[in-house]
């Protein structure tokens, strides 16, 4: 399976302040139409997983213009620009090319 | 509105049979390919497999020996068994979409979660 690395594990931000996750896969994520299938999503505390990008920079409807995703190949970022009071939650990367589709472990976002 | 709903069984005793049924509402339900993914404390978030409105499906390597899923387009309706189930399987499950159908190619999504449904395995 594809090993998703993310770091940090925790990520205490000051409100207003930036705020970046990063992703590392263990293959490259281009699959063979072209598309990289990296997704994020926000998981607050109850609640389902939320997909805020896909395709590693494409942000879903409703999401924020704050969240940024960004990367290739192997390497891939979440940022936030000004992290708000809603933006608390664990957060993880996702990639979908390969079978089984696999997730990293997750980085906490919480507010200094 | 898309809406996905589960429900099953939520405490089971080891070797019994995890049965777990979610219904699509608000989409096209043969535009998308179904799956099953799971979290725990342990293990994380874990994609169990995926199915298709024909019923074709992809298993995780890892569990494949112990899951079935099934579809009735119908009801537009998934189902999930994991036979033999052990306190490692216990998790929040949800379904979610793996694939849709966007202009004439099928492309990968997990966009749309059900509510999750905890299942517990404790003799």
């Known amino acids: 399976d594809v090993v998703m690395t993310q770091s940090p594990l925790s990520l205490p931000v000051t409100l207003g302040q930036p705020a970046s996750i990063s992703c590392r896969s263990s293959q490259s994520l281009v699959y063979s139409d072209g598309n990289t299938y990296l997704n994020w999503f926000q998981q607050r505390p109850g609640q389902s997983p939320r997909r805020l990008v896909y395709?590693?920079?494409k942000r879903d409807s409703g999401v924020p213009e704050r969240f940024s995703g960004s990367g290739s190949g192997t390497d891939f970022t979440l940022k936030i620009s000004r992290v708000e009071a809603e933006d608390v939650g664990i957060y993880y990367c996702m990639q979908a090319t390969h079978w089984p589709p696999t997730f990293g472990g997750g980085t906490k976002v919480e507010i200094k | 509105q898309v809406q996905l709903q589960q429900w099953g069984a939520g405490l089971l005793k080891p070797s019994e049979t995890l049965s777990l049924t979610c219904a699509v509402y608000g989409v096209s339900f043969s535009s998308y390919y179904w799956s099953w993914v799971r979290q725990s404390p342990g293990k994380g978030l874990e994609c169990i497999g995926e199915i298709n409105h024909t019923g074709g499906t992809n298993y995780n390597p890892s569990l494949r020996s112990r899951v079935t899923m099934s579809v009735d387009t119908s009801k537009s309706q998934i189902s999930l068994r994991l036979s033999s189930v052990t306190a490692a399987d216990t998790a929040v499950y949800y379904c979610?979409?793996?694939?849709?159908?966007?202009?004439?190619?099928?492309?990968?999504?997990?966009?749309?979660w059900g509510q999750g449904t905890v299942v517990t395995v404790s003799s």
């Open positions: 979610t979409d793996s694939y849709y159908y966007n202009s004439g190619r099928w492309e990968r999504a997990f966009d749309l």
């Open positions: 395709k590693v920079s």
